[in-house]
């Protein structure tokens, strides 16, 4: 499958809503934050049409009490992920696509993707570059998703390093939780 690259589009605010309203409900306050992650939730940001979502817990076990709600509502746990960082989860053949990263909050993967996420808010002029990459990747690699997230890593850590400083800087702390 070709990857795609579309431009930003703030439908994409409005499809992580209406989803994070019906795993907040599913979840209750076992999800203790449930925020818009990734190049969708950045505004101007070209992205795949993906919506990546965190959710925030204290633990993932017993990991029940996440797979039978998420099940329930129609997402998959994918077992087969090797991030152990995270619990990982994806829509159901008849569901929009979605990815559902399921995190320990406070640790070091949860903060990372919030700061990135703020960063690049915060700092437009950073987009330019960041969406050149993607097009090149995709040009370059078409259809292979390791290559494509292999050739961004190099960007995303000089990202990073710099929203570490930014952070430092300013005091930042993730903000309220998205739903």
């Known amino acids: 499958m070709t990857i795609e690259i579309a431009d930003w589009s703030p439908l994409w ?3 992580f809503q209406a989803k994070a309203v019906d795993i907040r ?11 818009h992650i990734g190049s969708t939730a950045i505004a101007g940001m070209a992205a795949k049409p993906v919506i990546d979502m965190q959710i925030s817990v204290a633990g993932f076990e ?5 797979l039978m709600p998420l099940n329930a509502i129609g997402y998959v746990w994918r077992h087969d992920n090797p991030d152990r960082a995270k619990r ?11 990815h559902i990263h399921i995190r320990r909050s406070g640790s070091w993967h949860e903060q990372w993707a919030l700061l990135f996420r703020d960063y690049m808010r915060a700092h ?3 987009h330019p570059a960041y969406i050149a990459l993607k ?3 995709v040009a370059a690699h078409g259809g292979d998703r390791k290559a494509y997230t292999d050739g961004k890593a190099d ?3 000089a990202v990073i390093r710099r929203a570490d400083r ?8 993730p903000a309220q939780s998205d739903a």
């Open 13 to 15: 605010s409005e499809k």
């Open 25 to 35: 409900r599913a979840l209750g306050n076992v999800a203790l934050r449930i925020d």
């Open 62 to 66: 017993p990991f029940e009490r996440l």
């Open 88 to 98: 990982y989860f994806r829509e159901s053949p008849d569901q929009e696509r979605m």
């Open 124 to 126: 437009a002029a950073e």
């Open 135 to 137: 097009h090149a990747l």
């Open 155 to 157: 960007h995303l850590w």
């Open 166 to 173: 930014w952070a430092a800087e300013t005091g930042w702390a």
